[in-house]
């Protein structure tokens, strides 16, 4: 019985990590498209443009997305929990 309370209190602290992972993720997000939106607002070849456009917010953005799929199928799917 210990030991089931054990793994159901180390199972509840891994999802709640991952919870956690995956608002600070969101957040990441938002200000990202916040970024990118704020970048568009500036017409080409705008110096505080091309500075935005180094940052290379769009790849970083595919990347916060590709872990926040991650993280929600994990949550979904919490293989072993």
């Known amino acids: 019985m210990e030991r089931e309370d054990a793994e159901f209190r180390a199972a509840n602290e891994r999802i709640t990590s991952m919870a956690e992972e995956l608002r600070k993720a969101e957040l ?46 994990a949550l979904q799917h919490p293989r072993g929990t």
Do not use: K
């Open 28 to 73: 990441v997000r938002d200000r990202l498209e916040a970024l990118a939106q704020l970048m568009g607002s500036y017409p080409e070849g705008h110096d505080m443009r091309a500075r935005l456009e180094d940052l290379h917010v769009d790849r970083a953005l595919e990347g916060v997305n590709e872990d926040i799929r991650h993280l929600t199928d």
